[in-house]
């Protein structure tokens, strides 16, 4: 009997690697001789690091980094192997590191973020997979492309400032003094949403008031992108504000696409193609996913939904835990025509918020032995 356990982590509350080994400990409780492969995920967001450190048996490597707001912060990025490293833009550049009294995207900075970068460059990584979300910032990834060495200059030939006030300013771009390492770099950039650059849809008026940006905020936010794919379609030759995925993470998607020939892929693609997920899956009887709260935006290509679609096409039969789960037959159904052929909660009685998140580790043990009983019933 051979189970792979594939969960992504129940936020707030256990990482997608402690989800994973309690349910593996709760099936060996009943079933001590079967195979459970324990591959913690994550769709690109957070725990993206940590899940593909832990499945690839990589190490967290942590660095001094410039923060959103410019004061130095303490982050981590993971090293996969000798030349693969992961990095998560939030680490260095997000929103949770800054107070909510304090944001301010006008001035956030992803500086931090190419900071990381080189740390990974300076190991001797050339492939590097990079997850955006959670960011604080509002900068296209202006700071991030003057850590790497481009020159963004002003009309009087001087560096410009931080942030979007800083590319308010952006009269000139320069890669001619871009560090000549990312040449021999592949980017692959983890991106779960296709808004553009600028408008209506785009990184200002979609992101921006989460950042801490009121209307007129986010209209100067906006016309300074605008500005700077002006800039990018000039000295680069590329046009970048309408692509979709562009205005992810405040940008950031724009300046991977133009200045490092990232490819903007579903994170949660990114995350089992390096884990070689579909090889684990060779042989297995059963898939065993799951993540804090699944519900309808779980089809959308959340964790669940996309090792669900790889073990339905290796014809590997999928169920799903969480901590809150869909009483809907319509988003079941759904779930059921992705690949998950059954969803159950974890909680086993009534309980509040707190003594659910509290008690998530011993309950998905339970959970775990309780699916490992029921598969012996299900057998001949």
């Known amino acids: 009997m051979k189970v792979v356990i594939a969960p992504d982590s129940f936020k707030e509350s256990l990482s997608a690697e402690r989800v994973a080994r309690a349910l593996a400990d709760g099936w060996r409780s009943v079933m001590p001789e079967a195979e459970l492969v324990e591959l913690p995920l994550a769709d690109g967001g957070e725990g993206t690091t940590q899940a593909l450190v832990a499945a690839t ?7 001094r980094a410039t923060g959103p707001l410019g004061a130095p912060v303490e982050a981590v ?19 949770d590191l800054v107070p909510r009294d304090a944001r301010d995207p006008w001035r956030a900075t992803t500086r931090g973020t190419g900071e990381l970068i080189l740390a990974a460059l300076d190991s001797g990584a050339r492939h590097i997979i990079v997850g955006l979300g959670g960011s604080a910032t509002n900068d296209g990834g202006a700071g991030m492309l ?16 931080p942030g ?33 650059l600028t408008g209506a849809e785009g990184a200002s008026a979609i992101f921006g008031p989460q950042k801490g940006a009121d209307e007129v905020l986010v209209a100067r936010m906006d016309a300074a992108l605008s500005n700077y794919a002006e800039l990018i379609q000039r000295c680069l030759g590329l046009s970048v504000a309408s692509i979709p995925g562009a205005g992810a993470a405040g940008g950031l998607g724009a300046a ?59 014809r590997v039969p999928c169920v799903a835990l969480g901590g809150s789960v869909p009483t809907e037959l319509a ?28 008690d998530a580790e ?9 699916l490992a009983a029921y598969w012996c019933c299900s057998q001949p």
Not at 186 to 191: D, G, L, N, S
């Open 164 to 196: 979007a006030a800083g590319l308010a300013q952006l009269a000139h771009i320069d890669i001619s003094t871009m560090d000549p390492r990312l040449a021999e770099a592949r980017f692959e950039v983890a991106c779960d949403v296709d808004n553009p």
């Open 77 to 95: 990025w993971g090293r996969i192997d000798a030349t693969r490293a992961v990095i998560e833009c939030a680490a260095a550049s997000g929103l």
């Open 57 to 63: 048996g990589g190490e967290m490597v942590r660095c």
């Open 146 to 161: 003057q850590a790497l060495g481009v020159s963004l200059l002003d009309a009087r030939g001087a560096a410009i400032g």
């Open 331 to 358: 988003v079941l159904d759904r779930l059921a025509q992705e690949g998950i052929r059954a969803v159950f909660p974890i909680l086993p009685g009534v309980s509040t918020l707190e003594e659910a998140l509290a």
């Open 256 to 314: 991977f696409l133009a200045f490092l020939d990232a490819e903007l892929k579903p994170g949660i693609e990114i995350i089992l193609d390096a884990v070689e997920f579909d090889w684990h899956l060779q042989g297995a009887d059963l898939l065993i996913t799951g993540e804090g709260r699944i519900d309808g935006q779980t089809a959308r290509g959340k964790t669940p939904v996309g090792v669900a679609r790889r073990a339905m096409r290796c």
């Open 362 to 370: 011993r309950n998905l043990e339970l959970s775990g032995r309780n």
